[in-house]
């Protein structure tokens, strides 16, 4: 499953061609890997790399995060949290369909629910950390397995 989910990402990624207009309404993930996208000219990690880096990037996560790309994944993950807890979202927050415009390596959330607005503001909020961070090889494919500490409270 996460080998043709990684397939179908990069095969969608792909497609898409730079500085173009999108307005799109899809499932949340496909929404954020193309949120991803609309900044890739200013992202400093290739698309490809961010799902197994470091402790936070991907699905799970917990421990310290090992350095600022994955500070922006746990912030990621506390906003995804925060939209399932305390707006009462649940998974919608992954799941939603949300609608977005990519104009100029730019994201701009145009959605009025409430959980799929959320999904697009953690996911933009997301794109524009990374555009500010720099990557260290170490971490690259992570052994989360390592981690033994606990996961430090979302402010």
């Not at 999108?22 to 490809?48: E, G, H, N, W």
């Not at 939603?96 to 953690?122: H, P, V």
């Amino acid at each position: 499953k996460l080998l043709l989910f990684t397939i179908i990402t990069l095969y969608t990624l792909s497609t898409v061609k730079p500085g173009t207009s999108l307005s799109r309404v899809q499932r949340s993930l496909f929404d954020m890997a193309m949120t991803l996208k609309c900044y890739d000219k200013s992202l400093k990690i290739p698309l490809f790399k961010i799902y197994n880096y470091g402790c936070y990037c991907g699905f799970g996560g917990s421990g310290n995060h090992t350095d600022s790309v994955d500070q922006c994944c746990f912030i990621h993950d506390c906003c995804y949290r925060y939209a399932r807890v305390n707006l009462r979202c649940g998974s919608k927050v992954k799941w939603s369909r949300y609608n977005y415009s990519c104009r100029k390596s730019q994201t701009k959330c145009l959605g009025k629910n409430i959980c799929s607005r959320m999904a697009c503001e953690c996911d933009r909020q997301f794109a524009e950390c990374l555009t500010t961070v720099t990557p260290n090889q170490q971490y690259y494919y992570y052994n989360k397995r390592l981690v033994r500490t606990r996961s430090p409270p979302c402010s």
